[in-house]
């Protein structure tokens, strides 16, 4: 029966959000699931089993501050996006316009780690379902697909590709609204049973967990899509669905990870995709459905990352370097990624590298509140930038992968 409940929830909720009229015609929404989907896409698959290897039961806790600084960074970007962008451009507050320059680059980079990312997750999900461990037949899939991406991006570009988002965030966010459902009914049936208990895991933090925590920012990452989205939402509206987009998804993975802890069991950090088996004793129909979204939300994403890169080296060249030759650049980097790297290591990298982003953006933020003399609150907001771009320089510094 909770087979048929989770199909149930799983195509209606999707289906809504794929087909819905009122969805489509809502730009409020639409400027709303563009950072929710980022932000949800590969996280959600992810952060169980790594948080389960790391902190135990403590995963609700360490997710929890993740969240906490994800959204305070979000605040840095958000002001950027209120007080930045009008002055951007116009030489008015130099060191804050070569910072933002600088971080546009450093972006480029973190956009070539993610893209890499998400296809090795993609691979992992489905040689997980094939029952096939082989780094080999991992990078020759991740390889491939990069391939294929980069070569219709350089004959015709991406935009035909990236039609298929709409659809891979709809089935994305219908699983998970499916699993929250399929966990919920699961919970409650233990506690109605008396059988519901935390695993027997241990949950001492040292600075070694703090560090492979600190390499797992990537999985809340994704907010600060809103701010190169000017050419189709006005600033106002970024601001506000950005945030929401960020208050939403943390309370999904809130909710998720108290709904998990008690699947929770020794030895799940090692393996990215041991959501599969994790939910295996819920319900038989989850991992499958859980599977076919790993494989089309991490191609999505990928593409969409694809997308963004390439219009962001076009943009920084000034055009001097071609959307397709940007496209040869990005398939030649994560090509090389793919080979140097394993799943969980580029995990770690995909974080630092946002991380220092993030610090770039907060450095912005510090730059612009100093020179805005009428500011309300100007002291606090300029601690308050100052210690987020310390925080995130420390992620850069430390992160480690989880194995």
């Known amino acids: ?33 563009t950072p929710l989907a980022s932000i949800m896409g590969s996280g959600f698959l992810v952060s169980a089993p790594l948080l389960a290897g790391i902190v135990g039961n403590l995963a609700v806790f ?5 969240l906490l600084l994800a959204y305070l960074v979000g605040g840095a970007v958000r002001f950027n996006i209120q007080h ?26 973190a956009y070539f780690i993610s893209i890499t990312y998400y296809l090795q997750l993609l691979a992992a999900f489905l040689l997980k379902t094939l029952n096939v461990d082989s780094l080999l037949a991992a990078n020759v899939i991740t390889t491939t697909l990069l391939v294929t991406i980069g070569g219709i ?14 659809y891979a965030v709809a089935l994305n966010l219908g699983m998970i609204g499916s699993l929250l459902v399929a966990l919920l009914i699961y919970n409650v049936k233990l506690l109605i049973g008396g059988d519901w208990a935390l695993p027997a895991l241990s949950s001492v933090i040292d600075f070694q967990d703090v560090r492979v925590l600190f390499g797992l920012l990537i999985v809340v990452q994704g907010f600060e899509i809103s701010r190169y989205l000017g050419d189709e939402y006005p600033a106002k509206q970024r ?54 979204a790993a494989i089309g939300s991490q191609f999505s994403a990928a593409v969409a990352d694809d997308s963004g890169a390439g219009g962001l080296l076009e943009d920084i060249t000034q055009k001097k370097l071609p959307v397709r030759h940007a496209y ?50 100007r002291l606090p907001r300029l601690v308050n930038f100052a210690f987020l771009a310390a925080m995130c320089f420390l992620v850069f510094a430390i992160g480690v992968p989880s194995g």
């Open 153 to 166: 991006g350089m004959w015709r570009g991406l935009k035909e590709l990236g039609a298929v988002e709409k």
């Open 1 to 33: 029966m909770l087979n048929v409940v989770i199909l149930v929830v799983a195509v209606l909720l999707g289906g809504y959000l794929a087909l819905s009229k009122r969805l489509a015609g809502s730009s409020n929404w639409q400027a709303t699931v």
């Open 84 to 109: 930045f962008e009008p002055i951007e451009n116009t030489k008015q507050n130099r060191p804050a316009e070569d910072t933002a320059f600088l971080s546009r680059i450093v972006l480029v980079g």
């Open 239 to 292: 601001i506000a669905t950005m945030r929401a987009s960020q208050l939403l998804s943390a309370a999904i993975y809130l909710v998720f990870l108290a709904l998990t802890t008690v699947l929770f069991r020794k030895g799940l950090g090692a393996d990215v995709t041991a959501i599969i088996d994790m939910t295996k004793p819920v319900a038989v129909v989850l991992p499958i459905l859980l599977a076919v």
């Open 328 to 377: 040869l650049l990005i398939l030649l980097v994560t090509v090389g990624l793919t080979w140097a790297t394993d799943v969980n290591g580029i995990i770690a990298y995909a974080s630092r590298a946002f991380a220092l982003f993030y610090m770039l953006q907060c450095v912005v933020a510090f730059l612009v509140a100093l020179k805005l003399k009428d500011l309300s609150h």
């Open 62 to 66: 360490a997710m929890a501050v993740l």
